[in-house]
């Protein structure tokens, strides 16, 4: 007899949700969801253009040296291995090709523009963190802290099976974003 109880309960659940959509616990979860993914598309979005200088100086280097291996007496392996894979992710495209050059001038002079593209990009989108609006998101985890279980329980009808994988969710901070968007590491030039 108990387990005809439970079968109704779902039959009823199933019955509510596709007449009603879905039980108000799970479209809690799905704001906490969209709330940060709209946050970090708008923040990857606004990383893409404010990489644009350090992709074009970034592929003007590329170009200038031709190879990564050319570049290795003029920075440190680690510094070269982080340009390159910087490099592949921001693919950039020049819209006139360069001369490749061996002379170590013309390569320093790149690199040098370079890092101050790079310390500019760091100098703004340190900015762009710190004034990072997190109170959306945060409201949202906080009203799923507050209120998900309940919701849970009702949609339910046991409090013990509501609390079956609830974890609370932390609130996002600046630092989780510097952590998920961190500043670029400036190469150091060798003299």
Same mark, same amino acid.
């Given at each position: 007899?108990?387990?005809?109880?439970?079968? %109704?309960?779902?039959?009823?659940?199933?019955?509510?949700?596709?007449?009603?959509?879905?039980?108000?616990?799970? *479209? *809690?979860?799905?704001?906490? %969801?969209?709330?940060?993914?709209?946050?970090?598309?708008?923040?990857?979005?606004?990383?893409?253009?404010?990489?644009?200088?350090?992709?074009?100086?970034?592929?003007?280097?590329?170009?200038?040296?031709?190879?990564?291996?050319?570049?290795?007496? #003029?920075? *440190?392996? /680690?510094?070269?291995?982080?340009?390159?894979?910087?490099?592949?992710?921001?693919?950039? *495209?020049?819209?006139?090709?360069?001369?490749?050059?061996?002379?170590?001038?013309? #390569?320093?002079? +790149?690199?040098? %523009?370079? +890092? /101050?593209?790079?310390?500019?990009?760091?100098?703004?989108?340190?900015?762009?963190?710190?004034?990072?609006?997190?109170?959306?998101?945060?409201?949202?985890? %906080?009203?799923?802290?507050?209120?998900?279980?309940?919701?849970?329980?009702?949609?339910?009808?046991?409090?013990?099976?509501?609390?079956?994988?609830?974890?609370?969710?932390?609130?996002?901070? #600046?630092?989780?974003?510097?952590?998920?968007?961190?500043?670029?590491?400036?190469?150091?030039?060798?003299?």
């Amino acid at each position: 007899m108990n387990e005809n109880l439970h079968d %109704e309960d779902q039959r009823i659940i199933q019955e509510i949700t596709g007449r009603f959509g879905a039980p108000s616990f799970i *479209r *809690r979860a799905k704001q906490v %969801e969209v709330a940060w993914s709209n946050l970090v598309e708008r923040l990857e979005q606004m990383r893409r253009q404010q990489l644009e200088m350090v992709g074009l100086r970034l592929g003007q280097l590329s170009a200038r040296a031709g190879t990564w291996e050319a570049l290795r007496g #003029l920075l *440190r392996d /680690a510094d070269l291995d982080r340009l390159e894979r910087l490099h592949g992710e921001l693919q950039p *495209r020049l819209r006139m090709p360069l001369e490749t050059t061996t002379s170590g001038r013309v #390569l320093r002079s +790149a690199l040098h %523009e370079l +890092a /101050a593209a790079m310390e500019a990009f760091n100098q703004r989108w340190s900015n762009v963190i710190a004034g990072a609006d997190l109170k959306p998101v945060n409201d949202v985890r %906080e009203a799923y802290n507050r209120y998900f279980l309940l919701e849970k329980e009702c949609a339910l009808g046991s409090a013990r099976v509501a609390q079956i994988g609830f974890q609370r969710i932390a609130p996002v901070t #600046l630092d989780d974003l510097r952590t998920r968007f961190p500043v670029l590491n400036i190469p150091e030039i060798n003299s």
